[in-house]
């Protein structure tokens, strides 16, 4: 499970922050103006004599507090979004910025002459860094947010040459300086913002810095716009999905299905929260295992799981129940470890790795082997148990060694369970939820647990609501389990709910395995002594027309936004240095 882009861009998610309360960044503000103050006053008379009385309050600390008022409302009456707090900390960012730039004049020979100048740099630095960020988190049009970016720097520059309650800092140059800096630290900005959106454009005909506001929109009030960049780049398929429909007298039915897309890509955009709605959908206890499918196979939107529904509905019409499942079956292939059982005419198979990494794998390794067994079954759900995670990794991809164990485990299966004798069976179903978040790596659906017995043999399939589980985490829980039932396997959902700026949350991460124990256990009991005679019936369903993101999309989107960050660096650092330079030639030349 090599590196992949999509796993190194999904790296990038350490540098989203939540930003600070704004009386916080208010504070600093405050008091950084007032220490630039107290420094410069404390300077040698030669160089103190040179720094105008309140200079940090004056050209720093009120601009900022403008900035900070007016740039919410300002953004928001133009159709953007940002909060008090971004606002804040974007308003204190830019004032550290001046303040660092403007003391590199500090010292200098001809103070008088340099002060002026540095300061009439940091003002267009402000501006250029107020413009990116601001097309980045409110709107991705420059031309949108030119006159919010401008407010810091602009009352910045009217203060210092206007007045306020002393006299004009500095003489008619400076502002024409100024000027020449808003200009060409502006025009840098823009150019970058352009350099940096071409290639997503060309590519995928979406602008980076607009998904970037999206995907900021869904951090902060759950906006799903994000899906609509999502089914830009998407492409319809046609994918197959097994399930198993228990039905009992006098109780609730069972069904459990096995979709082969992706439940992703985060929080409740695309299909990220498909194992609820599905389970919402029924009057029976739905369970929503996780088939073979990478994150190229993600819906695009929610609208999506419609789709599904309706074909898992249109199976489930006229089918012909059995009170006959076999023993389960437990074998090994290499690494891997495949828990068996047939129910009626058809054959379940949950598939794991763990204690190795038990993670997604590609369409073509589960499809292989439902083909394999429709030479003894009609109907073939393999899911994947996705039960171990060390790190975000790759998926399991065809042809290699893992896969092939996978397949050939799966033959060995298929051939051991055709001849298991039939019996009689009862199950017995249970739901128990967790008083954990989804910050915590849980979903929704809490614990779902499916009781099967057979020919005196217990057998309990555990389906946890979450995106995988902890390396070790299903061992801890299942060696205590196995002194209630005889087998049982502990599978997730992969539910993209408990994901949004990274997909590294899995279930037992932030809560420890005893706390976690007591309720998969209760859910274990409360499905045994829940347990009746039952019959059972399995169907293909066909998901026509599912657009998903498409093969290899995920990579290609990944990729291209990998390039970007490798020259985001350079390219900003020769901008910047371009624009310093610019502007210190308007400077000797209008001097």
């Known amino acids: 499970m090599s590196i992949t882009p999509d796993v190194k861009m999904e790296k990038l998610s350490r540098f989203v922050f939540t930003a600070p309360s704004w009386p916080r960044s208010l504070v600093i503000i405050l008091i950084l103006g007032l220490f630039f103050d107290f420094a410069t006053s404390r300077l040698g008379s030669s160089i103190a004599s040179h720094i105008p009385y309140l200079f940090g309050t004056i ?23 940002i909060t008090w707090n971004r606002s804040a900390l974007l308003a204190l960012a830019c004032m550290v910025f001046g303040v660092i730039a403007t003391l590199l004049s500090i010292g200098s020979p001809v ?11 940091s003002l267009g630095f402000v501006f250029g860094i107020r413009l990116l960020v601001l097309a980045a988190v409110a709107d991705y049009r420059p031309s949108r947010v030119m006159v919010p970016a401008l407010v810091q720097s602009a009352a910045g520059l009217l ?33 970058m913002i352009w350099l940096i959106d071409r290639p997503l454009y060309r590519a995928f005909h979406i602008h980076g810095l607009d998904f970037l506001n999206t995907f900021i929109a869904h951090l902060t009030d759950g906006d799903k716009r994000m899906e609509d960049f999502f089914r830009k780049i998407g492409e319809e398929v046609w994918v197959p999905q097994v399930s198993f429909f228990f039905r009992r007298n006098a109780k609730k039915g069972a069904i459990l299905t096995i979709p082969n897309v992706h439940p992703g890509p985060m929080g409740d955009v695309g299909g990220g929260n498909l194992p609820r709605i599905l389970h ?26 419609q789709k599904i529904l309706s074909a898992i509905k249109d199976s489930a019409r006229d089918l012909s129940h059995q009170n006959a499942a076999s023993r389960s079956l437990r074998l090994t292939y290499g690494s891997v470890q495949i828990l068996c059982q047939r129910f009626g005419t058809s054959l379940l198979m949950v598939a794991t790795r763990s204690p190795e990494k038990t993670e997604d794998l590609d369409y073509s390794i589960g499809s292989t082997i439902m083909a394999e067994g429709r030479r003894y079954y009609p109907h073939l759900g393999f899911i994947d148990a996705h039960n171990s995670m060390t790190e975000v990794s790759g998926a399991v991809l065809p042809a290699t060694w893992v896969a092939t164990e996978y397949i050939y485990g799966a033959g060995e299966g298929i051939e051991a369970c055709k001849s298991l004798p039939m019996h009689p ?40 609501d979450g995106n995988n589980l902890l390396k070790g985490l299903r061992e801890e829980l299942r060696t205590p389990l196995l002194g209630i039932v005889d087998d049982c396997e502990i599978m997730t959902t992969d539910s993209h709910v408990v994901n949004t700026i990274t997909g590294k949350n899995p279930i037992g991460q932030k809560v420890a395995a005893a706390d976690i124990l007591p309720f998969v256990e209760r859910g274990v009991r409360e499905a045994l002594s829940d347990a009746t005679e039952s019959e ?12 998903i993101f498409g093969s290899h999309r995920v990579t290609q989107l990944a990729a291209t936004v990998n390039t970007i960050m490798i020259f985001i660096a350079p390219l900003s650092l020769g901008i910047l240095l371009l624009a310093f330079l610019l502007t210190i030639i308007a400077f000797i030349v209008i001097r």
């Open 425 to 464: 069976f009862r199950i017995g179903v249970s739901r128990v939820t967790f008083p954990y978040s989804r910050d915590q790596g849980f979903g929704d659906l809490g614990v779902q647990v499916l009781a099967v017995e057979a020919d005196g043999q217990t057998t309990a399939y555990i389906l946890m």
């Open 111 to 121: 103070l008088d002459i340099y002060l002026p100048l540095f300061y009439a740099l």
């Open 159 to 191: 203060l210092s040459t206007a007045g306020f309650l002393v006299k004009p800092f500095f003489d008619p140059l400076f502002f024409w300086v100024a000027i020449v800096s808003h200009v060409v630290f502006g025009g840098g900005t823009v150019l």
């Open 59 to 81: 050209a720093f600390t009120i601009p900022a507090i403008i900035a900070f008022l007016v740039t919410k409302p300002m953004v928001q009456g133009l159709g953007g979004s």
């Open 536 to 547: 059972v019936a399995a169907s293909t369903a066909c998901c026509k027309k599912v657009v």
């Open 280 to 305: 919402e959908s029924f009057p029976d206890e739905v369970m929503v295992a996780h088939g073979c499918a990478t994150h190229d196979f993600n819906l695009v939107s929610e609208s999506e799981i």
